[in-house]
């Protein structure tokens, strides 16, 4: 790009925020008439201005201030709907009105313990000390809200450029902005698949050499971080980044431990460039917004492979039962990083569900085996049929085409018992308090035995009258008491 298209394009892109920023005066004008009036500046700050930019401005707006917080405090409460302070010791007060929230924090010049990525908050008393602490220079733009409206942006550290080039760089040298926050390290890669941006040099290398500092974070700040990165447009460029810089090597070890195993169905790739193919496919399958649930599944479905790769006879290589081995290692790892139980759950599931498929073979399946893939997948159904979708990646369109046919075949079975029972609920046709009543049982194990068998029965006979599952039950129980 010439320096005449490069100015052309800053302009254009300058214009395009300004038109956006304008579009929020109701929020942004009085607020700014508020400051101006106490005697202080107000900025729009960081990632709200780096997305106006791009075209991308959502209702969370980051604005920055010389007041300090017990005036920030005083001016929101006068302005906005709703506010709060549970940040005012870090100089920051929240805010909502009119469907927009805004954070709005005190010129910061924090100084680190070298030991956490916690800051020793210090306030400062300028714009540039404020922006040459953040972790990129595409965070460190600003503008200045004037009163009635106006705008100025201000761009010390040159972010624009930066931006315009599509490049990841830090204010000062990487190697410092890492050490006072290793986290920026993560963050770098999450805007890569954010933004679809690259690492300058100087910080690719600055990563590289000191992944081993993230070991200062905490499992959930990690958390946070990896959420945001699966999540975002260009995740698979972010994995590989992960996995290049030896970060994964330290927060999540089996997605590059998967380069180590060849995929016995895909001979031309190894397990690791297939996980991210079928991470590619499932997102591609995605009807709302990213699911994080079903892109950890994708990614890591075929984690438990390394730990059950077998060498037979005649040179092939098996991995029995790595869904099983898979599941649990997803439980182990989600729990390190403090995932929520249901996420953990979920994930896992779906990792032990995601071979289930292979087993129908041409239609072969009884409706008893299809009630219990339903009833097994409960309410992940949706997201194991595009899992499972997206784990062909054949380059066999004969074979791939076949798999997706024969997949189909098992959507429409699916659809006609759910059209001939309750098969998203499927439980006994008698209950607990029937069950007990008609064996003269007291609450206890034996009527979770014998609703467990007549769930059972359910699952393999389908929709039973009163009369059946009464007789049914009372032979089993025949037996089973003979049997004692």
Same mark, same amino acid.
Not at 129 to 150: C, E
């Given at each position: 790009?010439?320096?005449?298209? =490069? ?37 729009? $700050?960081?990632? &709200? ?6 075209? =991308?401005?959502? *209702? ?42 805004? +954070?709005? #924090? ?26 040459? /602490? ?52 993560? =963050?770098?890669?999450?805007? $890569? &698949? %954010? ?9 690719? +290398? ?16 990690? @958390? ?24 994964? +090597? ?29 991470? %590619? %496919? ?5 009807? *709302? ?5 079903? /892109? ?11 730990? #059950? ?27 390190? !990083? ?11 599931? !779906? ?16 409706? &008893?085996?299809? /009630? ?25 369109? @004969?074979?791939? @085409? ?8 098992? +959507? ?5 018992? /759910? ?24 609450? *206890? ?33 025949? %037996? ?5």
């Amino acid at each position: 790009m010439s320096a005449a298209e =490069r100015s052309e394009r800053r302009a254009r892109l300058l214009a395009s925020a300004t038109v956006t920023l304008q579009s929020l005066g109701d929020v942004l004008t009085p607020l700014a008439d508020s400051f101006a009036a106490r005697g202080h500046e107000l900025y729009l $700050v960081g990632g &709200s201005v780096r997305d106006a930019v791009l075209g =991308r401005l959502a *209702g969370d707006l980051d604005l920055t201030t010389d007041a300090r917080p017990a005036v920030i405090a005083e001016i929101l409460r006068s302005w906005g709907d709703a506010v709060w302070d549970t940040g005012i010791d870090f100089g920051t007060v929240s805010a909502a009105k009119a469907g927009a929230t805004v +954070e709005i #924090t005190t010129f910061r010049s924090d100084i680190y313990d070298q030991q956490s990525r916690n800051p020793v908050v210090t306030f400062g008393d300028t714009l540039d000390g404020d922006l040459i /602490r953040r972790d990129f220079r595409i965070n460190a733009m600003a503008v200045r809200l004037l009163p009635g409206g106006g705008q100025e942006f201000c761009d010390p550290l040159d972010g624009m450029t930066d931006l315009l080039a599509g490049i990841i760089d830090t204010p000062a040298a990487p190697e410092s902005s890492f050490n006072d926050d290793p986290l920026r390290m993560l =963050r770098g890669v999450r805007f $890569v &698949s %954010q933004l679809g941006f690259r690492m300058s040099d100087r910080v690719l +290398e600055a990563t590289r050499s000191m992944a081993g500092q993230i070991e200062r974070i905490t499992a959930e700040r990690i @958390r946070v971080e990896l959420d945001k990165t699966i999540c975002g447009e260009h995740p698979l460029e972010a994995v590989d980044l992960l996995v290049e810089t030896g970060l994964a +090597e330290l927060i999540i070890p089996e997605i590059p431990g998967m380069k180590l195993t060849i995929d016995e169905h895909h001979q031309h790739k190894d397990v690791y460039q297939h996980s991210l193919t079928v991470l %590619q %496919q499932a997102i591609d399958l995605e009807t *709302g917004d990213p699911d994080p649930v079903l /892109r950890w599944a994708a990614l890591l479905h075929d984690i438990g492979k390394p730990a #059950t790769r077998r060498h037979e006879d005649g040179g092939g290589v098996s991995f029995h039962h790595h869904e099983v081995v898979g599941a649990k290692m997803v439980r182990k790892r989600m729990r390190a !990083l403090k995932y929520p139980k249901a996420v953990v759950d979920d994930v896992s599931q !779906l990792v032990f569900l995601h071979l289930r498929f292979h087993g129908y073979g041409d239609g072969m399946w009884t409706d &008893s085996a299809v /009630r219990r893939y339903v009833t097994d997948a409960g309410p992940l159904l949706d997201r194991l049929h595009k899992l499972v979708r997206a784990d062909c990646t054949t380059r066999n369109k @004969r074979r791939a @085409r076949r798999l997706q046919e024969t997949y189909d075949d098992l +959507e429409r079975r699916i659809a006609v018992l /759910r059209e001939a029972e309750d098969l998203d609920r499927v439980r006994p046709d008698l209950d607990g308090n029937a069950i007990m009543e008609l064996l003269g049982l007291p609450p *206890g194990p034996l009527v979770g035995e014998a609703w467990r068998y007549l769930k059972e029965l359910r699952l393999d006979s389908g929709p039973m009258s009163r009369e059946d599952a009464e007789a049914a039950l009372r032979e089993w129980w025949a %037996q089973r008491d003979g049997r004692d």
